[in-house]
């Protein structure tokens, strides 16, 4: 069973600091790798999409990696607002869920910058 | 503006009242999906569709039933509601998975007293 899991949980980070975010799964096999937002109490934004051939995406101040090999993705946010306070939640569609279109996820990180 | 609705955004209702909470799609997508996600558990899939008259079961799908008689719509109705489907529903849509990102709608949180 494919078991993913995103570290931290939380982080609270100043203003303008650079932040890595990490997600990492068991099954290499995934087809592709999503980075979503979620603000509290709101539906689920889509940052940044990683096909499976694919080494990193980036939009903005965003940048994703992905290393299949490893079983690992990162989320790197550069500059740190205060308007990044969310929670990152990293999701993909293993072995068998694309069957379903199931998105497995993590249980995401909750980022809070400080001002 | 491409977009997935959802409403209601908030519901507070009893034990058995039946209820229905509608999702639409604007971007022509195959593929429609609900999830309920609660503390601690995450996200969990209740049922998807892969296009209109297709639907199939998720990981949780007991108590609810859905349609797919457009290909915009995809409502989630719950016959006899009960306190354990007190939750924050998502719907969302995407091409053929796995192609694409899936779109989300802004959630529905119930409450079943």
């Known amino acids: 069973k494919q078991e993913v899991t995103q570290i931290p949980a939380a982080l609270s980070v100043p203003e303008g600091e650079n932040l890595v975010l990490n997600c990492s799964f068991t099954d290499s096999a995934i087809y592709n790798l999503q980075w979503f937002r979620q603000d509290p109490g709101k539906g689920l934004t889509s940052l940044l999409l990683i096909q499976s051939s694919q080494r990193e995406q980036t939009s903005g101040r965003l940048n994703a990696s992905l290393d299949k090999s490893s079983g690992r993705s990162t989320l790197y946010i550069a500059a740190s607002q205060p308007g990044d306070s969310a929670t990152y939640l990293c999701?993909?569609?293993?072995?068998?869920?694309?069957?379903?279109?199931?998105?497995?996820f993590g249980q995401g990180t909750t980022l809070q910058v400080k001002p | 503006e491409a977009q997935v609705t959802q409403n209601p955004r908030y519901l507070i209702t009893v034990t058995g009242k039946k209820l229905t909470v509608t999702c639409s799609q604007n971007?022509?997508?195959?593929?429609m999906s609900w999830y309920r996600q609660d503390p601690g558990l995450g996200l969990r899939q209740i049922y998807y569709s892969m296009n209109v008259e297709v639907t199939d079961k998720g990981d949780v799908p007991e108590g609810y039933k859905v349609s797919r008689k457009e290909k915009r719509n995809f409502p989630l109705i719950l016959e006899s509601p009960s306190p354990n489907q007190t939750s924050l529903y998502f719907c969302?849509?995407?091409?053929?998975?796995?192609?694409?990102?899936?779109?989300f709608g802004d959630g529905t949180r119930l409450s079943i007293l």
């Open positions: 971007m022509n997508h195959e593929y």
């Open positions: 969302a849509s995407s091409l053929v998975p796995p192609l694409g990102t899936q779109h």
């Open positions: 999701a993909f569609y293993g072995r068998g869920s694309s069957n379903t279109g199931k998105l497995i």
